[in-house]
């Protein structure tokens, strides 16, 4: 399995800034050391062209993001203040998402260690995203004729709202998302199908509306490929989260997806998604896991 990650993915934020960065270095140290992957695993992408991000994004949004002219407003939006090295990172992100994406349709699954940055909507960043980039991933494959119907399963505790406005009206792509209801973002759009979570959801009801849900996506969409959002910060006690599953339960949601798709030959990528809690090693532990149940599934 290939694993897109760089150096950049650590770019250091502001002290007192609650967004987790240290995970991006400790999750690939992380799986080193329990021998769950192989350093030659591991791929550092390129930095993504202008002209693919234009498959998706507004011209006007993307040359303010390159050219480090986005408004002040915009970037308070977004959450993180812009520099040449984030414009970078994103970058890199989104071209290791679309490199994940070509593995994972000849080996069967691929996973990048960053985001799955699914509140940004085509001409707009917020919520700590800037560029789409499963969106951007889903045009390239699109554009070079690779596949032609996608689904997004996004399991991150935030609706994934930036993904369901691109594709509102793009039968190509089927956008399901499982959220809390009372998270972040307030305003939430339209997915082709949303389970919106009470407050509090234990992990026995969470994994019961999964499984229940897998069949009818797979008849809905009837996808070549799935984007999966595997945001770990659905665990109970996360900061940003307002859920109840414990690490194990959280494990037992990746094993449930990874082995669905494995079983119906369908390829998959995977990006990490959020994950706020306390400790930094329940979230770098509960990433990790995912790495291991979709390894197992596709590969063992």
Not at 193 to 212: M, R
Request: hydrophobic letters at 40%; proline letters at 4%; a negative charge.
């Amino acid at each position: 399995m290939r694993i897109a990650w760089s150096e950049l993915y650590c770019h250091p934020l502001p002290d007192g800034h609650r967004f987790p960065m240290e995970k991006y270095e400790l999750i690939p140290e992380q799986l080193l050391h329990q021998g769950l992957v192989r350093n030659d695993q591991f791929f550092v992408p390129a930095l993504v062209s202008e002209e693919t991000l234009l498959l998706c994004h507004g011209k006007k949004y993307v040359h303010e993001v390159l050219s480090l002219q986005l408004e002040a407003r915009a970037m308070r939006k977004i959450g993180f203040p812009l520099s040449q090295k984030l414009a970078d990172r994103e970058r890199i992100i989104t071209q290791g998402t679309i490199e994940c994406a070509l593995a994972a349709l000849t080996d069967g699954a691929s996973m990048n260690v960053a985001e799955g940055t699914h509140h940004a909507y085509e001409n707009s960043g917020e919520g700590f995203c800037i560029f789409n980039d499963f969106a951007v991933a889903a045009h390239y494959l699109f554009h070079h004729k690779k596949v032609k119907k996608i689904l997004v399963v996004d399991l991150d505790v935030h609706q994934g709202n930036g993904t369901a406005s691109i594709f509102k009206q793009d039968e190509r792509v089927f956008t399901f998302s499982m959220h809390g209801i009372d998270n972040y973002p307030h305003h939430k759009e339209n997915s082709d199908w949303d389970i919106p979570l009470q407050t509090g959801t234990k992990g026995e009801d969470y994994l019961q509306l999964l499984e229940d849900a897998l069949p009818q996506l797979l008849e809905r969409a009837k996808p070549e490929l799935v984007f999966y959002v595997s945001g770990v910060d659905i665990l109970e006690g996360d900061k940003l989260g307002k859920l109840a599953l414990t690490k194990p339960e959280c494990r037992v949601r990746d094993k449930i997806v990874a082995q669905y798709f494995a079983e119906k030959n369908i390829p998959l990528v995977a990006a990490m998604g959020g994950g706020y809690s306390p400790q930094i090693a329940d979230i770098v532990d509960a990433h990790c896991a995912t790495f291991d149940e979709i390894q197992s599934a596709y590969f063992v």
